[in-house]
């Protein structure tokens, strides 16, 4: 599902405790690419799909947990992919059909993720996953799947990403962070 962040960030402000109960689960933020940079990859396929996208004013928020009708290559694993029948559906050309999984080790709670054998590679934290080879997420870490840029978010991190994105992204307002959440100051 992809929720907007503005929606989101605005409860956030309001009600700090209420974010913090409905968002239980990890996320990814996909951000838009900064404006005047170029896709990376050229191979794409076209799917037919709406392409929901971010925007540069309006991350797209996917939550990472598994959904009834998903693809279910194991049981415990998340799939991503441009494919509606994944578990977390990426409308972009550059994603493969199941392109990448998620999972939560149990007994750790240490989640991971693995590439699923993409054309283009998942990458984390800049460096290049080896299909089936799974990679550690704590709670936070820079993923590319294609051409897609995210931001893999822990629940726990989730809170201070939003602070840290709204203070990035505040114009000309000073803001200041409080033990409750962000307020804005003149």
């Known amino acids: 599902m992809h929720l907007k962040f503005s929606v989101l960030a605005s409860q956030f402000l309001d009600d700090p405790q209420s974010v913090r109960r409905s968002v239980c689960w990890p996320v990814l933020v996909w951000e838009a690419p900064p404006v005047g940079v170029r896709p990376l990859f050229t191979r794409s396929t076209l799917t037919g799909l709406s392409l929901n996208r971010p925007t540069v004013a309006e991350p797209l928020v996917l939550e990472v947990r598994k959904r ?34 998620f999972r939560e080790e149990t007994r750790t709670g240490v989640w991971y993720v693995a590439d699923g054998g993409s054309h283009n590679g998942t990458w984390h934290d800049g460096t290049l996953l080896i299909p089936g080879r799974p990679a550690p997420l704590f709670d936070r870490a820079s993923l590319r799947f294609g051409d897609m840029l995210a931001t893999f978010l822990h629940f726990s991190a989730f809170n201070q990403f939003i602070l840290d994105w709204l203070a990035r992204h505040s114009r000309g307002a000073r803001s200041y962070v409080s033990e409750g959440g962000l307020t804005r100051g003149g």
Do not use: F, K, M, Y
């Open 68 to 101: 009834p009708q998903g693809v279910v290559p194991q049981a415990s694993s998340i799939t991503l992919g441009r494919t509606p029948d994944n578990d977390i559906v990426v409308e972009d050309p550059t994603v493969s059909r199941v392109h990448a999984t």
